[in-house]
């Protein structure tokens, strides 16, 4: 990734003077997403399915509308 996007990627930092609870939950998120993806690096399979997501269609994609008469 980029240097300049992965700042906009980030958790948002603790809150020194916010809420002890808010805090230590937003800690644990970002420690289990940083366990997901380090358990997901490497994998090839997962990474070439996630290259092709934007080959697929819209979701809102209508096939009635491209079916040939």
């Known amino acids: 990734m980029a ?4 700042r906009k990627n980030r958790f948002p930092a603790k ?3 916010g809420n002890k609870a ?3 939950q937003r800690e644990a998120m ?3 997403m940083t366990a997901l993806l380090d358990s997901l690096r490497g994998h ?10 934007p ?10 509308a491209s079916a040939r008469p």
Do not use: H
Not at 3 to 6: D, N, V
Not at 55 to 63: F, S, T
């Open 30 to 32: 970002k420690q289990r």
């Open 44 to 53: 090839e399979a997962f990474q070439t399915a996630l290259a092709e997501l």
């Open 3 to 6: 240097q300049g996007g992965e």
């Open 22 to 24: 808010e805090n230590a």
């Open 55 to 64: 080959l697929l269609p819209p979701p809102n994609y209508d096939a009635s």
């Open 15 to 17: 809150d020194k003077n």
